[in-house]
């Protein structure tokens, strides 16, 4: 990802010495990812990617450490954060716990609030077969359904509201008819949001943005039978709907990347597994082509967002906006039939 912040190896050293995980050997800055600073940091007892949070503050964040931990306890391949010893553990129930709490899982470093979690072994992969991505939408399941009893509440910080509120800041960046497709998609997803359907849709903690550089694969696994290690970087997880999260798979593992265009045979894989696990409900199958137009549209905000509104960083590659600016297009006006059996219409 990118460094916004450098950290001094001393300082590294006395952290993870801190947490039980001897002496620092190495620190690398990592390149990819955007929101963060993230480092391979190895030490005298195993890998580790240290994370300096440059937006996120220490109230959002007991939400995302504690999720992964939760996840983890319930064999969600994800990486597990690291517990400060000399932090007590807040008692009592976690709704009741305040957000300011002092949190184990969260230290601070160069004055931002960081982590420390486990690396993952693997790689992405960046070309996806059917086979990825039946094992991806399997593993989304299995991850929706873990993370069903996990106590904390936050909303998708990138959700609905935010989509919102940035609209304006975007769209002087903007030619005429990028700002007349914003304007009426936005317009399109406030008319869905308020819809019996949308409420009738599952809900719960959802990752919302597990792209193919979030997960990891096997590198020994045969190309016919890959095998996930992992997924990461929980820093935009939140309550919302279970078909958003799936929504946001699909637009990225199982479509075309030259044209944005659908890809039938990898998203039909990615829906039948994750059906395997969890069927998929009349709502959701109703609504899979207008949270596939909020994806898109999610995306493209925050890219526009990112790209015209850019932060100083070394290592910082911004995403290209107008990747989802096409894909958006082609959800809205495609014309395509999911094995679920939901159609995705013309608007
Ligand atoms: N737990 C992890 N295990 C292995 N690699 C990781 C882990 N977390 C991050 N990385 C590496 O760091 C890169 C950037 O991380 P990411 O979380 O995407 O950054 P950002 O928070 O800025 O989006 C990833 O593409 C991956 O190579
Ligand atoms: N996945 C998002 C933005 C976040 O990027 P990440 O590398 O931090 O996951 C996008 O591609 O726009």
Not at 78 to 100: K, Y
Request: glycine share 6%; aromatic share 8%.
């Amino acid at each position: 990802m990118a460094v916004f912040t450098e950290v001094g190896f001393d300082e590294a050293d006395a952290l993870v010495r801190r947490l039980g995980l001897g002496a620092l050997t190495a620190l690398k800055g990592i390149e990819g990812g955007i929101e963060n600073t993230n480092y391979f940091a190895s030490t005298e007892s195993g890998e580790y990617v240290l994370t300096l949070f440059e937006r996120l503050g220490a109230e959002q964040l007991p939400y995302y450490l504690c999720l992964m931990k939760h996840l983890a306890a319930r064999g969600i391949p994800v990486p597990e954060p690291v517990a400060d010893p000399a932090v007590a553990p807040p008692q009592g129930h976690p709704l009741s716990i305040p957000a300011n709490a002092p949190c184990e899982l969260l230290h601070t470093v160069a004055g931002k609030p960081a982590a420390v979690v486990q690396r993952l072994n693997g790689k992405s992969e960046l070309a996806p077969s059917a086979a990825h991505c039946a094992e991806l939408g399997r593993l989304l399941a299995r991850m929706h359904l873990a993370a069903r009893d996990y106590p904390r509440i936050q909303p998708n910080l990138r959700g609905l509201a935010w989509w919102n509120d940035t609209m304006p800041v975007v769209l002087p960046h903007l030619d005429a008819a990028q700002a007349a497709l914003l304007r009426s998609e936005l317009a399109y997803q406030n008319h869905v949001a308020e819809s019996s359907a949308y409420a009738a849709l599952p809900r719960g903690p959802v990752h919302a943005d597990l792209f193919r550089d979030n997960a990891m694969f096997d590198t020994h696994a045969s190309a016919d039978a890959p095998r996930l290690t992992g997924v990461f970087d929980f820093y935009f997880a939140g309550a919302d709907s279970w078909l958003f999260d799936l929504a946001v798979c699909l637009n990225d593992w199982a479509i075309d990347l030259a044209s944005g265009r659908h890809d039938a045979a990898r998203a039909d894989a990615l829906l039948a597994a994750y059906g395997t696990v969890r069927p998929l409900t009349a709502p959701e199958r109703a609504l899979l082509p207008a949270m596939l137009r909020a994806a898109a549209l999610r995306f493209w905000i925050s890219r526009l967002w990112d790209f015209h509104l850019p932060r100083e960083a070394s290592m910082l590659k911004a995403h290209d906006p107008t990747h989802f600016e096409r894909v958006l297009r082609q959800r809205a006006h495609a014309t395509f039939e999911f094995a679920t059996g939901a159609d995705a219409l013309a608007a």
